[in-house]
């Protein structure tokens, strides 16, 4: 079973390659006001690394805006539009859809970025974070002409710039989302970030793609705030591992 001596190891092999492991983490679903998110920003206080949030932009509320804010250590991507499911009865949820484009997304998908870009100004990044980290082939291909300038899904990439768009995806969600919808344990989060970490070292997959952390603060309980902890303090401990705010992460790619 993957353990935290496994995590070192492969670090110690990328030291040893006079390589530098770069990380970034990713929290989705921020929003709405529900009393989950001060404590999670205080978290990473503590960690003292980078944050990018990924607010949901029907869902800001004036307090959540307050808060990011007032955390200098955190800048906001955006999560769709309203996190709505805009697929078919039979397809997996999907907001961003070509199917949605003829009743108005792509409208929709700017005057949601304006409205990001009104509340929270600079730490505003133009980054799409599609929900579910699903997005049709047609709406990809409008981002850019729509604002963006980035994307981030889920799963290693296979180039980093597309469609104008610089790439940047997550490879360690610590929710095991199949199963019971909680925190998936230590063993079964460190074996995705070892495996994207031993791909990029050996050139399997883009090696200049940092390793992502992908949070969900307002389903976390206390096993997945007690492996954030020593996740994230694990690799800033590391001399071969730096974690990279969204700024270096997209403009890197």
Known sequence: MTDWNDLGIELDRWAAARRNATFWWRDDDAGPDDGKLDGFLAQRRDLDVPLALAVVPAWLETATTEAILADDGA???QHGVSHT???GPDQRKTELCDSALEGGLADAIA???RTLQAAFGTRFHTVMVPPWNRIDPQVAASLS???LSGLSTLAPREISRQLGLSIANMHLDI????ADRQFGGDAWCLDQAINHLVQRRTGISDPTEPTGLMTHHRVHDVDSCRFIDKFVSFVHEHPAAHWLDASE???ST
């Open 175 to 178: 929710i095991n989302w199949r």
């Open 249 to 251: 992460v997209f403009c």
């Open 75 to 77: 800048s906001v991507l």
């Open 85 to 87: 499911n805009r697929a």
């Open 145 to 147: 002409g729509l604002g």
């Open 111 to 113: 005057t949601a970025g």
